[in-house]
């Protein structure tokens, strides 16, 4: 299998490597957390301005038709920045789910929106009771004449505090954790019945807790076969959170190197030390390990087998979450106390990193969801 970048990628990753450089800074970063919502507005134009938020959406929608690849490029540039911005919740979770449920009509009025920087979407499907398990849903539809209304409660919803329409997850028929029965909704996030509470969470990303109340609601697609769209989406949003953890994860090795090469101890480098290159040494070794099953869950991402792509992404989201943990504890170690001020980019890097971990279920929850399946690997394969 061919791992090399096309011309054209190479020249996405140039582009957005250049953009993070240059407007991106950690001070900056600070100063973006501290505009209304968490996120900065110029960024997202400048992101519309690339084409990055119309990359995974065909060129009929203002797209450009990119892959799973071109999304891990981008998403590895943004790791490395700690990006705040809604693209994760509006493109990949939001605009992921129109793409794969909604009619050619729906498509063809929100994609381009998307693509053009005009709106922000959320998704709003996590509930207090559902731990991981995507088919526990207990918000529920109704119809009401012609119109549809939701009423249920959602938690740690992504960037819903600023999104314009919800994407929301609701039962139309069957018990809670049935897979089968489940709908998705668009719902204007200033419509009555809507409730939000927005906060920053430890990477400074913003989630917030929505309550519905007989709220106004257009069905995504055909109500109650929802669940297909939201399992896969969810996986392709797996695979680009691991390439972000890879590009957090780099970036952590790259400043612990730098700075074992500058702080001085007896009047010599600390990096001189064999004992602190052997650990750096194993930081890069789990940050390799990382890249390697993040590209495997990028490749496999695409796949309409969804047992297969499922156990991909199990396996990609343990190994990230392991080196996740031992690179961002060897990092906090080596930098001792100023790797844990908020003034320091390495402890931002480690909240990040934990919060992906967290995302979709955590290392163990997937390795538990491997065990289940049978391994990595069916039997037929």
Not at 4 to 11: A, V
Not at 231 to 260: K, N, Q, S
Request: glycine residues 12%.
């Amino acid at each position: 299998m061919d791992f090399d970048l096309t011309d054209e990628q190479r020249l996405l990753r140039d582009s957005v490597e250049r953009l993070v450089a240059d407007r991106y800074g950690f001070e900056q970063r600070r100063k973006y957390a501290a505009e209304p919502g968490g996120w900065s507005r110029e960024m997202w134009a400048q992101y519309a301005e690339l084409g990055l938020l119309g990359l995974p959406f065909a060129e009929d929608h203002g797209g450009f038709g990119g892959g799973a690849a071109e999304t891990m490029i981008v998403m590895e540039a943004f790791g490395r920045a700690l990006i705040l911005e809604p693209y994760v919740a509006t493109v990949l979770l939001g605009g992921g789910l129109v793409q794969a449920a909604g009619s050619a009509a729906q498509q063809a009025e929100i994609l381009p929106r998307i693509a053009g920087g005009e709106t922000v979407l959320a998704f709003a499907h996590t509930e207090r009771q559902a731990r991981y398990d995507l088919a526990d849903v207990a918000t529920a539809a109704r119809q009401d004449g012609g119109a549809w209304r939701i009423t249920g409660e959602k938690g740690v919803v992504l960037h819903g505090d600023t999104a314009d329409t919800l994407v929301v997850s609701a039962r139309v028929s069957g018990g809670r954790r049935d897979a089968a029965g489940i709908g998705l909704f668009l719902v204007p996030a200033e419509a009555s019945g809507v409730t939000r509470r927005g906060y920053p969470a430890q990477d400074l990303l913003h989630g917030a807790e929505i309550s519905l109340h007989d709220a106004p609601a257009t069905p995504l697609g055909t109500p109650g076969e929802g669940f297909a769209a939201i399992a896969r989406v969810v996986d392709r949003t797996i695979a680009a959170l691991c390439a972000e953890a890879v590009g957090a994860m780099a970036e952590l090795h790259a400043m612990t190197v730098d700075y074992l090469k500058t702080r001085k101890q007896f009047g010599r480098p600390i990096g001189d030390f064999q004992v602190l290159q052997h650990r750096s040494v194993d930081m890069f070794t789990a940050l390799e390990q990382a890249r390697s099953m993040a590209m495997y869950a990028t490749v496999m991402a695409d796949s309409d087998d969804a047992d297969e792509r499922a156990r991909a992404v199990s396996a990609a989201k343990v190994q990230i979450g392991r080196s996740a943990r031992f690179v961002g504890q060897e990092a906090i170690q080596l930098h001792g106390g100023i790797g844990m001020t908020m003034e320091y980019k390495a402890g931002h890097l480690f909240k990040r990193l934990t919060m992906i971990d967290k995302a979709y279920g955590d290392a163990d929850h997937h390795l538990a969801r491997l065990a289940a399946a049978g391994g990595l690997f069916s039997e037929a394969a």
